[in-house]
C-alpha cells in the first residue's frame, strides 16, 4: 500500500480513539526508526517508553527467534522454563520483600490486579490515587486516572477511589484511613507532565500506609528498569512498596505487565485472578533477556547520565519559551509557556519524534541506549525550532 492508502485504511477502520501523526512507520533500528519513504528520525518517543534496548535489538531478536520455534503460548495452567526463569530474575531485582508477580499484557492489566489484591488482602474497598496521576484506561485503573476528558464519558467508575493532591505531605492525612486498602502513586508522574515525587511526599505516604494497615502500590508502568536513573524509581526514595506494578520496558517492546508482591498481600484464591495470554512462554522468554541485558550493561547508570547531560544541553539554550526543564534519567519534560503541540510538530519535521505530557509539556522517552551524538542532535534541533 502507498503511504496515502495505508493513513486512509487506518483512518477509515481504526478505533478512532487516538490522535494520529501523518507519518508510517514501517522500521526501527537502535534509537531510529525509517518511515516509508524512508525518512530516518531519532525516536524519542520508544513507543511511549517501552523500547528500552531501542528498536531490533539484538536480544530480543534471539530470544524471539529462540522461543517462537519452541514454544509460544502455555497459560499457567502448565508449568514453564521461560516462565520461572523470569520470576527467578524479577524476585532477584525486586527487594526481598516481593516475591510474587502476577504476569499480565499491559500497564492498566497491572494496575487492576494491584487494586484487586490490595482489596482482597486488606479485607477493605477504598483506593487513593492522587491528581494528574495516570494509571491506564481500563475501568478500575481508570477510577485512579485523573482527568475528566478520560473518565467522564464512562461514568460511574468504580466506586470508592478518592486523590489527594500529589507531593502535598500535610494533605493526606484527612484521606488515608483505616478504610484504606492501597494508595497508588507513581514516582514520576508521566502523563500528568514529568512531575518527580518528593522525598517528603513518599515518605509521608508509606509512613501513613503503614499506620493505616493500608497497601503502597508503587505503579512504575513508566518508570521502571532504567528509565529513571536506577532499575526503580523508588530507589531513589527511602521507601519500598507493598505492591509494584511494572509494564512498558519489562519486554523491549512487547506487551508484558507485571504486579510485584510480597507477604503484606498474601494468598491470593485460585482463580481469583488469571488471564489468558499472561506469562506466556514467548513474552517471558523476552522480558527475562532484557532486563539480565538492562543489569549486565547498567544502563540505569547509563540513563541517568544521559538524561542529565541532556537536561542541562536543553536548559544550556537558554529560550525564552521555556518555562522549566524536569525529569529524572532519561524521563524528561520540558514545559514551554505555551502550547507545546506546535513544537512537537516542528521537532518532527526536524528528524526528531517527542511526546506531549499535558497541553504545555513536551515529553522525551528515547531509548536507554542513545549516545552523545544523538543528545547533541537532540538540542540542535531544540535550539533550532525554539528560534
Ligand atoms: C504510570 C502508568 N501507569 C499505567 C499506564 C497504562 O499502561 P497501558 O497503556 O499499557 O495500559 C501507563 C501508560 O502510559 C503509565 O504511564
Known sequence: MEPKQIIEAEDQHSSGTYYKRPVVLVRGEGTRVWDIDGREYLDCTAGIGVAALGHAHPVVIEALREQASRLITCQELFYNDQRAALFKRLDAVTPSSINRFFLSNSGAEANEAAIKFARAATGRTEIVATMRGYHGKTLGALSATWGNDFRKPFEPLVPDFHTIPFNRPEAIADTISDATAAVLVEIVQGEGGVRPATEEFMQALRLACTEH????????????????????????????????????????????????????????????????????????????????????????????????HLMNAIRGLSKPQVREVRGLG????????????????????????????????????????IEASDIDQIANAFDKVLT
Open 213 to 308: 494497615g493500608a497497601l503502597l502500590v508503587i505503579d512504575e508502568v513508566q518508570t521502571g528498569f532504567g528509565r529513571t536513573g536506577r532499575l526503580f524509581a523508588f530507589e531513589h526514595h527511602s521507601v519500598t512498596p507493598d505492591i509494584l506494578t511494572l509494564a512498558k520496558s519489562v519486554a523491549g517492546g512487547l506487551p508484558m505487565g507485571v504486579t510485584a508482591f510480597g507477604d503484606t498481600v498474601g494468598q491470593l484464591a485460585k482463580q481469583s485472578h488469571t488471564s489468558t495470554f499472561g506469562g506466556n512462554p514467548l513474552v517471558c522468554a523476552v522480558a527475562e533477556r532484557v532486563i539480565a541485558h538492562i543489569v549486565a550493561a547498567d544502563l540505569p547508570t547509563h540513563a541517568a547520565e544521559h538524561g542529565r
Open 330 to 369: 532519561l524521563m524528561i519534560g520540558i514545559e514551554l509557556k505555551q502550547p507545546a503541540g506546535k513544537v512537537v510538530r516542528s521537532l518532527m519535521d526536524e528528524g526528531i519524534l517527542a511526546l506531549l505530557a499535558g497541553p504545555k509539556v513536551i515529553r522525551l522517552l528515547p531509548p536507554l541506549i
